[in-house]
């Protein structure tokens, strides 16, 4: 991945439980790793648990500032994105990755930024798909998933991104047997398939077979 | 290819249910269990006969819920600890009515509003029935995503058996953690006939009624014998529960849904110090694994409960035991998850003062 060819916003939103939040925190990182500054957006007012903010002391390490609501992992269900989360769409120094909540509940909270990132038009915005996922098995309800979050964000997607699995029990047939299926909702919504995304521990095996396969590591979990 | 599905406890339940032949769904949303509700809305609608609904309130969707089962079909409504306080009028008109149901529990932390982080605090109230009146509920613990599956198909047969309702004690982990499912393997659901049920007459039977008052206390006192001899038969045939590393052990820990994933961790690592250590995991915890503990206090010389409250279960432990032997309590409360480290500290601290009775 060259990051010097990168535009600078990529928004991650999908189905929820498709993978966004660890994609969007591995995708940052390396950004980070290429050299580049990388801020990372939460704006998940959807889901309470397994969020962006759980991974905050790794990104803090890293030296990637996360932005999330000051209400996150905090016990209050408050729905309310904090007045800095605008400084990744003003702020056109640095990259910025959003992390967008599930469906289209979830994309809601994109709107209000979208007329700044349609002005800037510097963006990527990548949905995440799983086909592994009930309510997105079939191409064709994946498209009815997409467009119900476009229609509540009012942007478009420019790509997709594969991130079929079964958690830890995902083999690398799983991997291969999903990938006519991203290809069929990237050529039904009319936008490329920009990469798919395994484990770590896959990736060796896979990235021979898998055009431009991107390694993911967990850091968003339960741990028992 | 994998016939496996990623899915979120939430989901998983709702997808079950609908598999055991609920098409009736009623709910209003509440963190950690909206994506029941959620996914319901999706599903039912495309389904021949499918009924979602959001109510106005908890109130009005348990109230939905005893007019379905009225009917004799297979409804279900959930929600989380403020919320089935909200419902639990409606549960004891649900037992007062000899109706089956399926109500969803996935507890956050309390009293009040409390929180929306996991919990277990709801114990008293779903064992000790769940509203007014004498009766009790069939209360399901389950620890994974799969058996959430299970025990949702399992949940609906029982119900329809006894005629009582079914809670599924699930917690805010349980309903937002992702495993794989197969639902390849789930039991099949068993129909039961129902001559009782609000079917219309067609003119030719009696008309059925539905009520749970009785203003004669010889009737409602005879109403209320009968319905405790159907819990008797429950308490008999029903109950179920897990034996972890057992077969030699010299403490007990006694723990359900999300604490036994974490107690698993703790006696694996206390094995490997070398404390035979053990778990007897309650999956009904109501009808409560009494026999089984009360077996195992011959054999073990402590017992550790382990629970995401202050120490509910707790006390049925020492009840079916019958106070044999020492009972520790190790909790974390107000939406905090009991690490492995801080149960296995506990493992520790009772075995090394253990056999001291």
Redesign the interface.
Known sequence: MDCKDLKRVTIFAGH??SGKTNIAINYALKIKDSGEEVDIADLDIV????RTKDAETLLAEKGIRLVSSVMANT???TPALPAEAYSVVHDKSKHAVIDVGG?D?GALALGRYVPYLAEEDNYEMLFVI?K????T?SPEETIEVMREIEFAAGVRFTGVVNNS?????T?E??VL?SLDYAESVASLAGIPLRFTTVRENLYENLKTKINGLMPIKICVR??? | MSDKKLMKGNEAMAEAAIMAGCRHYFGYPITPQTEVAAYMSKRLPKIDGGVFLQAESEVAAINMVIGVASTGKRVMTSSSSPGISLKSEGISYLAGCDLPALVVNVQRGGPGLGGIQPSQSDYFQATRGGGHGDFHMIVLAPNSVNEMVNLTVKGFDLADKYRMTTMILADGTLGQMMEPVSFDSIPKSETVEKPWALTGTKEERKPNIVNSLALNPEHLENWNLERYERYAKVEENEVMYESYRMEDAEYCIVAFGVASRVSQNAIDAAREKGIKVGMIRPITVWPFPKKVLFEAADTVKEFICVELNMGQMIEDVELAIKCKKPVHSCTRTGGMIPSPEFILDKICEVAKNGGSN
Not at chain 1, 47 to 50: G, M, S
């Open positions: 929820y439980g889901n309470p648990y397994f016990n209050v269900d469906d509940r799983n592994y996922r009930f309510l098995g699995n079964v958690g830890d029990d083999s047939e799983d047997d339960q741990s028992f």
